[in-house]
T-cell receptor, first 113, second 117 residues
Framework: EDKVVQSPLSLVVHEGDTVTLNCSYE??????LLWYKQEKKAPTFLFML????IEKKSGRLSSILDKKELSSILNITATQTGDSAIYLC?????????????FGTGTRLKVLA | GAVVSQHPSRVICKSGTSVKIECRSL??????MFWYRQFPKQSLMLMAT?????????EQGVEKDKFLINHASLTLSTLTVTSAHPEDSSFYIC?????????????FGDGTRLSIL
């Protein structure tokens, strides 16, 4: 069974800290790795990664994929209280003949003022 | 504006009631839609893939007779939780995949928070 695992499960930091969130996957028909931020309702899309070693960046957030290690990291620098959320990664690809997204366990980030 | 509309946003009902949740694609035709469930402090779990004009594809462990999915048109998929019980209380959210827009691979509805008393 395909599995997407994130670590740590939860994290508490202070404003200004830098955090690194991890996502590992074990899938046979990989196409993409997605990162989302979820606060109260629907997840908000952050990044889609398909190529290994190419960093994607948006403001204080950046992410990179390592296909050799079957993993990805999401970095947040100079964290702010508004970064408090659940961060989800998801693997996109064909599983049992259907293209779908399998979500990881999530990392709950709390940033203290 | 919203690309996907999901209704209702919140349902509170008695045990044994059947609840229907609608997911509408507003901006483009959707041959496929996804239904997820999220328990408190857990991740999104894919329940099923809804296919327009044909049967839904359910994930392992999801009861087909319990969670009825209908995708009769290219813009509407419905999930009916039949004879709901307290253990079915959860956050249900649909999404519409977007194979064209790499900046937004799937568009989520706002979700439905279901509470069964």
């Amino acid at each position: 069974e395909d599995k997407v695992v994130q670590s740590p499960l939860s994290l508490v930091v202070h404003e200004g800290d830098t955090v690194t969130l991890n996502c590992s996957y074990e899938v046979t028909n990989f196409r993409s790795l997605l990162w989302y931020k979820q606060e109260k309702k629907a997840p908000t899309f952050l990044f889609m990664l398909t190529s290994s070693g190419i960093e994607k960046k948006s403001g204080r957030l950046s992410s990179i994929l390592d296909k050799k290690e079957l993993s990805s990291i999401l970095n947040i620098t100079a964290t702010q209280t508004g970064d408090s959320a659940i961060y989800l990664c998801a693997q996109g690809g064909f599983t049992s003949g259907t293209y779908k997204y399998i979500f990881g366990t999530g990392t709950r980030l709390k940033v203290l003022a | 504006g919203a690309v996907v509309s999901q209704h209702p946003s919140r349902v509170i009902c008695k045990s044994g009631t059947s609840v229907k949740i609608e997911c509408r694609s507003l901006d483009f035709q959707a041959t496929t839609m996804f239904w997820y469930r999220q328990f408190p402090k857990q991740s999104l779990m894919l329940m099923a893939t809804s296919n327009e004009g044909s049967k839904a594809t359910y994930e392992q462990g999801v009861e087909k007779d319990k969670f009825l999915i209908n995708h009769a048109s290219l813009t509407l998929s419905t999930l009916t939780v039949t004879s709901a019980h307290p253990e079915d209380s959860s956050f249900y959210i649909c999404s519409v995949p977007d194979r064209v827009n790499s900046n937004q691979p799937q568009h989520f509805g706002d979700g439905t928070r279901l509470s069964i008393l």
